[in-house]
């Protein structure tokens, strides 16, 4: 049982109704003689209930607890209970409708027969209004004894008085725009309102009475002008009120509170501020209450994250956690309970709790009283200790799931892609873009609640729905799902899978939550197409089992070119370049070619999955992958220096743009001034200059949405281009699944640019460690204390690290950890290193270059023609072979100045020229484009491995 919890005493539901503030009233409307209060709600719906609460021993509501329930003819807006009806000072019920207000008294009917009695609504007399009300107030007015009158506020301003059954006067308040709370203060005989200007007002009914320009002696609601009514005193608060009241306890002095936006005000009767406390969320209901404490009041605020909270003055007391987001708040008088409190909320939820915690009725039976058997403690102690040690050797330290506690969630994705497209919202717009269907289901062993299942594809890839929500889930009937996957964006995406998350509660409560993945096709973000010969970037595959025809392995992709011999085909990725796959008639080598290096990655994956699972279909348990040659560093350092160029770009974009702002905002300034000045003065251009840094950030403000979606391109292709590296380093090293987890986890493929720390500064830091520890040469290049995680200036001590990295695994370096199985820890002087004890194939390795059969000295394998034709400068690169936007935008520190005559200079006009020109324009000084970088040289062409020229 928590103390941080409303204690849920009674409630009951009002389905499709919707209440607001004013909807609730606490009162003994029945004047009954125990004096016990009943709650009444009415709802935009016109229905009028009352309930008197009382609830047996673990029971909620019952039918004999909603004593009335009568529907009326218009929405109810406001309940008050009053003196309103002349002759008489019991209570009866006022009921505000748009146009009208009608007064109603509850009496208790004796019943004739064995029913019982009931309860019976009579109107006592109503008024017709002419301009549409919003709230209301009540009191006695002038000082009368015994009565209590009615202002109604409309929507327009207007106070319409009515002194019980017969109008008194209207009157409009000064500078009116909309209606605020409205309450009446007895002690000054004085209204208390918010106006639009976010000032608190007050206005004495003595002022408004007399406030008439008419000459007849007779008053009418279709008032059209009147005297300007003199305001009291006004507090300016600086925000809009959520609610109004008057509080006056024996021992407090009397005060005014207000229920801001972001704060509560406490003022005097005389309009000075007596406190004032911010608050850090968003308020909708507050009531004070009466305090033990002389001088404090004590306050109940409840908030929009289903918080109560109670203050005294500004200190905080108690906070409780409630069911629901209250609009109105109510302290009652029940038979059982005294001091409950009652909430209602939006949609119809009226809740009555009490704070604390139930009293504990049981208590403890006095202990035997024994004597002490030492021999029996020491006994129990060794076998506890014995039970630790047992435990602590397992390693579990977090508490293993039980299976009937788990929801499972299997994903099945169709063969094929659908007849008929389901994608939308799409960027490419001249694109036919397919797309799959992927059925979710949901199974569990147990009944869970509160379901929420997120569906998020990687990079460009969209789903036609991301959330589902399922009150419950029944066992026997799990809900199938069908969920459409499809390229969203204009590039093709770095990993085919989606991940599917849901969170859910047990039983218990408890939270729980379970992932899975879905897998998408190849299919999914390319097409069958003719071959190409020629292309920039090469990768070879080398196996130990002969050459398989190419149409055997992709069936799904083959297309029109079934058909063909089967040792070459194409890819085109939808929205990037044409990929090439190669098989060798003469070796057992496969080769994957295209014009972009990381568009290389999905078509490589899906060849060395599809060959492993061909092999191991026909019983080929010993089939292997390798890649002989150099890594391709060069190319992935071009793709790591665009992106963070384009990171550079987006910091100096956004200090251009905050210098632009500001001195949009100094001009300003400056103008304002000018015009307030009751003397004119000519504006010296001003206005020119006004306008120029207007377009100027305009003109910046473009540039950095097309850089941010430039650099989401490039992230992707980063992405992309690391997952392929750290595949060619397990292919050319021969990575166990340990040391390749740890790879992974240090030259991530998790590109994430919205914070300061990017991508290059993560995996420097990284890589630095493995350096430092199972790669270090020896124990003095070991560190215990890494430096501090910076911005980079650069990226040269990321691409040495890099290199280092792949320099000391081909000298036999290995990325196993201290503590993994298959290592020893050698003893040295000062700090122990771990050396692989089991070897491996590149533990010898020859310092000098590997050639090959047939090779002459000096030639380069084929698995390293990844620089061939590097002597050209790279193309430009076009949505369509999957660039545009990796271009640097330009580094400028600055924007040209305007002259005194306004003229804009070399500014681009809006929507005239393109915006990589209008930048262009805007920096004098811009750094050097990708196809100024030097190129490495290019690489001798292997003759001796015969491919399909077929192409």
């Known amino acids: 049982m928590s103390l941080f919890k409303t204690r849920d005493w009674w409630s009951a539901r009002c389905q499709e109704e919707t209440f607001d503030q004013g909807c609730l009233c606490v009162a003994n409307i029945d004047n009954s003689p125990n004096a016990h209060d009943k709650v009444l709600i009415g709802s935009f719906a016109g229905v009028l209930r009352a309930y008197l609460p009382r609830p047996g ?13 009568v529907q ?19 209570l009866h019920l006022a009921v505000l409708h748009p146009r ?16 019982g009695s009931h309860y019976q609504l009579n109107m006592m007399y109503e008024h017709n209004l002419q301009r549409t009300a919003c709230n209301m107030a009540y009191g006695p007015f002038g000082g009368v004894k015994g009565k209590d009158f009615l202002c109604i506020q409309s929507m327009d301003g207007t106070l319409s008085i009515f002194e019980q059954e017969s109008f008194a006067f209207s009157r409009f308040l000064p500078g009116f725009l909309l209606p ?143 069911q629901h987001v209250p609009v109105a708040v109510k302290v009652a008088t029940f038979p059982e309970l005294k001091g409950v409190i009652a909430t209602l909320s939006e949609d119809g939820h009226l809740n009555c709790s009490y704070l604390g915690t139930d009293p504990a009725m049981f208590i403890a039976p006095a202990p035997e009283s024994r004597d002490i058997n030492y021999d029996q403690q020491d006994e129990e102690m060794e076998d506890m200790k014995k039970r630790i040690a047992q435990a602590s050797q397992k390693g579990d330290i ?3 799931k039980k299976s009937e506690d788990e929801m499972t969630i299997t994903a099945s994705v169709s063969p094929s892609l659908d007849p008929v497209s389901k994608a939308m919202n799409v960027e490419m717009q001249d694109e036919n873009v397919p797309s ?67 969170s859910y509660n047990i039983p218990t409560g408890a939270p729980r939550t379970v992932q899975a993945t879905v897998s998408l096709p190849l299919s999914l973000v390319c097409r069958p197409c003719v071959p190409v010969k020629n292309a920039v970037c090469k990768v070879t595959i080398d196996t130990n089992k002969p050459p398989v025809n190419l149409n055997e392995i992709f069936p ?75 890594l391709p560093l060069q190319e992935y350092f071009e793709i790591i220096d665009s992106h963070f160029e384009l990171r550079s770009q987006t910091e100096h974009l956004k200090k251009v743009l905050q210098q632009r702002a500001s001195q949009f905002r100094s001009i300003q300034r400056r103008l304002l001034t000018r015009f307030k000045d009751k003397t004119p003065a000519p504006l010296q251009n001003l206005d020119a200059l006004l306008e120029g840094t207007f377009r100027q950030i305009l003109a910046v403000g473009e540039a950095c949405e097309e850089n941010t979606r430039s650099l989401r391109r490039a992230g992707n292709a980063v992405s992309a281009a690391t997952r392929l590296m750290n595949m060619l380093i397990r292919l050319s090293f021969g990575m166990s699944d340990r040391e390749f987890a740890v790879l992974e986890a240090s030259l991530t493929a998790q590109v994430d640019d919205d914070g300061e720390i990017g991508w290059e500064e993560i995996v420097d830091a990284a890589i630095t460690h493995l350096l430092r520890t199972c790669l270090a040469k020896s124990s003095k290049d070991s560190v215990t204390n890494p430096p501090a995680l910076g911005i980079a200036k650069d990226t040269g001590k990321l691409k ?39 070897t491996s194939p590149r533990n010898n390795v020859n310092p000098e270059p590997i050639l090959e059969q047939n090779m002459e000295p000096g030639e380069v394998p084929v698995g390293s023609k990844l620089g061939e034709q590097k002597n050209r400068k790279l193309a430009p690169m076009s949505p369509r072979n999957g660039g545009g936007g990796l271009k640097p935008l330009g580094e400028s520190g600055s924007l040209p100045p305007l002259d005194m005559k306004g003229s804009l200079g070399s500014l681009p006009p809006l929507g005239g020229k393109k915006l990589n020109d209008g930048l262009n324009d805007l920096s004098k000084n811009s750094v050097p484009d990708l196809d100024d970088l030097p190129m490495p040289p290019t690489h001798k062409i292997r003759n001796d491995i015969q491919w399909e020229e077929e192409v």
Request: glycine content about 8%; some cysteine.
């Open 556 to 630: 799904d992709l083959s297309g029109d070119y079934e058909g063909s011999s089967g040792y070459a085909l194409g890819f085109e990725l939808i929205g990037g370049p044409i990929i090439t796959v190669l098989a060798s008639k003469t070796s057992q080598k496969y080769r994957v070619q295209c014009d972009q290096f990381d568009a290389l990655w999905l078509v490589v994956k899906e060849l060395v999955d599809r060959l492993t699972r061909h092999h191991k279909r026909r019983g080929a348990s010993d089939f292997r992958c390798s890649f002989v040659g150099g």
């Open 436 to 502: 799959i269907t992927a059925e979710l289901t949901l199974k569990s062993k147990m009944q869970v609640e509160n379901v929420h299942m997120t569906i998020r594809g990687y990079g460009s890839l969209g789903s036609t729905q991301t959330t589902f929500k399922f009150s419950y889930l029944d066992p026997s009937s799990p809900p199938l799902v069908p969920v459409s996957f499809y390229l969203e964006g204009t590039y093709p995406p770095a990993s085919l899978s989606a991940e599917v998350s849901a």
């Open 800 to 838: 040495k690290h890099l290199s280092l990295l792949v320099d000391r695994l081909s000298k036999g370096g290995s990325l196993a950890m201290e503590g993994v199985p298959g290592l020893e820890v050698k003893e040295s002087e000062s700090k122990p290193v771990a050396v692989k004890v089991k």
């Open 180 to 322: 605020g709370p409205l309450k009446y203060i007895t002690r000054t005989d004085s209204f208390i309102t918010v106006s639009a200007l976010r000032q608190v007002e007050s206005y004495k009914y003595q002022v408004l009475a007399v406030a008439t320009d008419s000459n007849s002696k007779e008053e009418s609601q279709k008032i059209s002008s009147g005297k300007r009514v003199t305001i009291d005193w006004s507090l300016n608060i600086g925000e809009q009120a959520v609610d109004i009241t008057f509080v006056s306890f024996p021992q407090a002095p009397p005060s005014i509170l207000v229920l801001g936006e972001h704060s509560l005000f406490c003022v005097k009767e005389t309009g000075q501020l007596r406190f004032m406390k911010k608050l850090e969320y968003n308020p909708c209901a507050f009531l004070p209450f009466a305090a033990t404490q002389d001088g404090v009041i004590n306050t109940i605020i409840c908030t929009h994250t289903n918080q109560l909270l109670v203050y005294g003055d500004v200190t905080l007391k108690w906070a409780a956690q409630l």
């Open 100 to 115: 009208k207000v009608a007064v109603y008294g509850i009496s208790l009917v004796s019943g004739a027969v064995e029913h």
């Open 57 to 69: 021993k673990g029971e909620g509501f019952k039918p004999e607890d909603l004593l009335m329930e």
């Open 72 to 90: 009326l003819n218009s929405p109810i807006l406001q309940l008050e209970a009053g003196r309103f009806v002349s002759g008489t000072e019991a």
């Open 398 to 400: 977090l508490p293993q």
